[in-house]
């Protein structure tokens, strides 16, 4: 790390480097605008209204606040997201609790493609807008939309050229020569980029720099949209390795100077972004840009941006366990590794995505998937067990019926599908209300809005949406497969014995209860009986969901994601008591795909082939979160990392989607949770990112401390 | 034919080279007095009772050892040793065979004394051969050598421990002669099959440059082993001797600097 860039870390971990927002006021003429070219006007007027700033030793500008913006953000800063913000407000704040089974939130992450800036440039872009409006002319919304994007684009150029000035002026006045010079450099860059196509690495980074702020969410896949630059600059020796690195760790700097450093905000997974995958012709795509990325980030004292290494079948072996082995070493713990073949073949399989599209997908926020320049729909997370709960309190009479365990599960289906019926239903509820925004600064970085004539909340980009993920599939699978083997296989209690120690909250079953306890085929054991009731629950779910599409006609995909409230705790106190030997109010015991301390008894090759295999669809591979704890000794020891490395590895070749890999011992959790003030520093993955552990709700932590310790 | 098992151990990364299923058999006839699983020494059935857990709710006053589905609620009573046939634990055994391959592991037999057990042994060492998994047989050696040419044709590897070169100490610690022992291993080291060679560390015992030196003058004259391993001593068993109602022989830890300093003693690289 030089200089420049410890000392702009040391700064930024004190206070921001953003610069303070300003007010501006409104021209009564606005009024006789349409209400799309009003808001556009207003935001380009307000970004022309802010000062530059150029933090000392900067190389690169284009840092913006949309705080006092008269257009609102969503919580992620996403301008212009007012509405998504609103309902976001009114579901996500947890002193309001659960809302009926639901705790909606209306998420929304969206990937901005900052490679088609890069390579375009505003002035292409412009060019794309142009050719809409003859396609369109004849429809007046189209037109109205695309003029709104038009101005727009000026609103970026004219915003560029006052950084640019800025600089200029800078190097006037500057009377240290070599700084004079960086000024300079500066200022002519930002001549160029981005309103053209970058021409080097150096312009194609302050392009992306500069347009962060547009759209900040995921910084998407630099290591594929910077690649041809690098490469070509180190070729013609324009560039040094060391420089690149430096304007890399700026840009960094800056995505965690936007997160601010106290109070909430010290998740990682708001800036997750992906290294590696599949290239168009299927080879492995980690480079050496790749690998400059990571030791570039990693170096960095900072837990923002956090990234997902892409594995692949045609990943050597010694690249994951080096890309591991920075993982283990890394105190922030930024580093997650999701399997290619399997995110890839969600999206071809389950959502018509094509080859070429589907490879350039980013892993966002909570492992959540979306594809450059594209959306993810978070409708929030529900309560999984509902359906089940509904089974087995409201159709005893059905169920006692029943002759065998399928004439069971025909009666749990149905309620299943009622249950993903009010998911979809309000779903779309939420989407129609948030998509009164018209978000023309975000729909420009978007694929399909400028193609299509339709913002990026009324359905114009492309994206995804949730369904029947939720939280406590765990739960559903393992009461199932407990149902079935002791009323149906094994014959050891009737179903109606079975629904009144249910009823009766395992009050006077005691025997009943242990021996579930004892023998029970919890899922994630490698048995057949409850990987088979797995893949039956995930394929009924897939069955339903594949056959529908959202408000918009996007495809749905599951999510098996603990997130980081307190949902398994929320809607376990709304839930009676299960199958798998949870009393009536407990909170589900396992969050994400995985088992939790007790009941994965076979060991962690058990559980990786139970998950590897738990969903043939695929439908719920765009977003699961496996989470595992490692003893520190295995992690520490090298001779014993080789093999763990070999365990993910052949995890990955069995099918499994994601992992991450906790190596801290229970003691010092233990620890953490009862002195949080010596374990400040101390950082474990939870959904998808890393997370003060300190910081995390009580009932997280202990799920955490409850996962078995792999020895 | 059965065979009586006590644990099968998934995804171990200690018995062998790569990720391992270790099987571990019921019944030795050494009496080691660090031995940290004394509930292998038995060939029967037993029943641990962890005292500190029972709430004395009477419930098992009449379990015998074959009661499989007794269930104490407080996980103060389990009954130690079940009978496996050899598909049993061969479909056991086959379901990480995805991560035996890309992990270079296999399978591993165990006990007690797994070769006390030879007949079943030979048989599922012959299962697995043809499953095409890699098999390893971690033993003590107090068996005729008939017993390893039987299974020799199945068996890639041998776990082999030697505990002390000195036959006087090695008689008041395991209660056996070395003498079998040290010539099966002579002879296994000279035939082709590969050896790794385990030498628990026990201080008071064995934990000497002497002891040492004598194992590489041994292992000089017959032969090296592919590899050498040193195990030191814990303490992880202690638990289970008064679930036993057995007497617990307390010998201190070896740090690792005296472990790494007798390693560098045995071990001529």
């Known amino acids: 790390m030089t200089e420049r860039i410890k000392n702009m870390v040391d700064y930024i971990l004190k206070k921001t480097i953003y610069p303070e927002a300003k007010e501006i006021k409104y021209d009564r003429a606005d009024y006789l605008l349409s209400e799309r070219l009003r808001a556009t006007k207003r935001l380009c007027e307000y970004m022309l209204a802010q000062d530059v700033t150029i933090p000392d030793g900067a190389l690169m500008v284009g840092m913006i606040k949309f705080d006092k913006c008269p257009y609102p953000s969503d919580f992620m800063r996403k301008v212009g997201f007012k509405h998504t913000g609103e309902i976001l407000d009114n579901f996500f704040d947890e002193r309001k609790g659960p809302f009926e089974d639901f705790k909606f939130w209306g998420w929304q992450h969206a990937t901005a493609d900052f490679g088609k800036f890069i390579e375009f440039g505003v002035e292409g872009i412009k060019e794309q807008i142009h050719d809409s409006l003859k396609k369109y002319s004849e429809d007046e919304d189209k037109v109205d939309f695309l003029n709104a994007c038009l101005i727009m684009c000026d609103g970026i150029i004219a915003w560029e050229n006052k950084c640019a000035d800025e600089c200029y002026k800078r190097s006037l006045e500057e009377t240290d020569p070599e700084r004079k010079q960086q000024l300079l450099k500066m200022s002519e860059n930002l001549k160029r980029v981005p309103r053209y196509p970058a021409t080097n690495f150096y312009e194609a980074l302050q392009s992306l720099y500069f347009c962060f702020d547009f759209l900040s969410d995921s910084l998407g896949l630099p290591d594929r949209w910077l690649y041809k630059y690098y490469k070509q600059d180190i070729a013609d020796g324009t560039i040094t390795e060391d420089f690149a690195k430096d304007l890399l760790q700026e840009l960094f700097v800056r995505v965690q100077s936007c997160t601010p450093i106290h109070g909430n905000f010290t998740k990682g997974g708001e800036s997750n972004f992906s290294l590696g995958g599949y290239t168009i012709d299927g080879e492995d795509g980690y480079n050496e840009l790749s690998e400059l990325i990571i030791n570039s980030l990693l170096e960095l004292p900072l837990y923002i941006p956090q990234i997902t290494f892409r594995w692949t079948k045609k990943t050597p072996f010694e690249l994951l366990y080096h890309i591991m082995d920075l993982g283990r070493k890394d105190p922030h713990q930024r580093v997650a590794f999701v399997n290619d073949d399997v995110k890839i073949e969600c999206l071809m399989k389950n959502c018509d995505v094509p080859w070429e599209e589907a490879i350039n997908y980013v892993t966002i926020g909570c492992n959540m998937i979306a594809l450059s320049g594209g959306l993810w729909y978070g409708t929030g997370y529900a309560n999984q067990v509902k359906a089940l709960d509904n089974t087995l309190y409201t159709r005893r009479e059905d169920i006692i019926k029943a002759k065998d365990f399928d004439e069971f599960y025909k009666i749990y289906e149905e309620e299943l599908h009622k249950a993903l019926s009010r998911d979809q239903e309000v779903g779309n509820r939420l989407h129609a209300y948030a998509s009164k925004d018209e978000c023309i600064l975000g729909s420009l970085f978007m694929t399909g809005c400028i193609e299509k004539g339709v913002s990026m909340h009324k359905g114009g980009a492309s994206g995804f949406s949730e369904m029947g993920g939720g939280v406590g599939l765990m739960c559903t699978i393992d009461s199932l497969a407990i149902f079935k083997q002791f009323v149906y296989d094994e014959k050891i209690v009737s179903a109606e014995k079975m629904l009144d120690a249910l009823e009766a909250n395992w009050e006077g079953y005691e025997y009943l209860y242990s021996m579930i306890m004892k023998n029970g085929k919890f899922f994630g054991n490698d048995y057949e009986s409850s990987d088979d009731v797995a893949r039956l629950v995930t394929t009924s779910i897939n069955n339903f969901a594949k056959t529908k599409t959202d408000l918009f006609g996007k495809h749905y995909i599951g999510v098996i994601a603990p997130g980081y409230r307190e949902y398994h705790k929320w809607f376990g106190a709304i839930t009676g008591a299960t199958p798998d030997g949870r009393y009536k109010g407990d909170p589900f015991k396992t969050i994400g795909a995985g088992q939790t301390e007790g009941r994965d008894r076979e060991g962690l090759t058990a559980l990786l082939n139970s998950v590897a295999k738990y969903d043939p669809t695929r439908h719920f591979a765009g977003v699961t979160v496996t989470n595992i704890n490692v003893d520190s000794a295995l992690i520490y020891n090298d001779d014993n990392f080789v093999k763990t490395v070999k365990l993910i590895e052949t995890y990955f070749r069995n099918g499994g989607a994601q992992i991450q890999i906790n190596s801290v011992s229970r003691e010092d959790l233990v620890a953490a949770k009862e002195n949080p003030e010596k374990y400040k520093s101390l950082r474990v993955r939870v959904s998808g990112f890393s997370e003060y552990f300190v910081n995390l709700k009580e009932s997280i932590k202990d799920n955490i401390i409850e996962r078995t310790v792999q020895k | ?269």
Request: glycine letters at 6%; charged letters at 30%.
């Open chain 2, 1 to 269: 034919m059965k065979a009586m098992i006590f644990d099968i151990q998934r995804n171990s990364f200690v018995d062998g080279p790569g990720i391992r299923t270790t099987v571990f058999f019921k019944g030795c006839n050494l009496r080691c007095k660090w031995c940290h699983n004394p509930e292998s020494q038995s060939f029967e059935k037993e029943i641990l009772f962890y005292k500190s857990k029972c709430t004395g709710c009477g419930r098992c006053k009449e379990l015998t050892v074959d009661d499989e589905n007794f269930i104490c609620f407080n996980d103060a009573k389990e009954i130690c040793g079940k009978e496996y046939t050899v598909d049993e634990i061969l479909d056991d055994v086959i379901k990480d065979k995805a991560f035996y391959e890309t992990s270079g592991g296999g399978v591993t037999f165990s006990g007690g004394e797994c070769m006390l057990q030879i007949d079943f042994l030979a048989e599922i060492l012959k299962k697995c051969k043809e499953a095409g998994i890699h098999t390893a047989v971690d033993t003590a050696g107090n068996v005729p050598f008939e017993y390893f040419e039987k299974i020799m044709p199945y068996t890639d590897l041998f776990l082999y421990d030697i505990k002390s070169m000195n036959d006087e100490i090695h008689k008041e610690y395991t209660g056996a002669t070395n003498t079998l022992i040290l010539e099966n291993l002579s002879k296994l080291l000279k035939s082709d099959v590969s050896v790794w060679v385990r030498i628990p560390i026990i201080p008071g015992v064995n934990d000497t440059e002497e002891e040492m030196k004598n194992i590489r003058s041994f292992l000089e004259l017959n032969g090296y082993p592919e590899n050498i391993e040193l195990l030191p001593y814990h303490k992880m068993g202690e638990h289970k001797y008064s679930a036993l109602g057995k007497t617990y022989n307390t010998f201190d830890v070896p740090n690792k600097e005296k472990i790494e300093k007798l390693k560098h003693t045995v071990v001529p690289y």
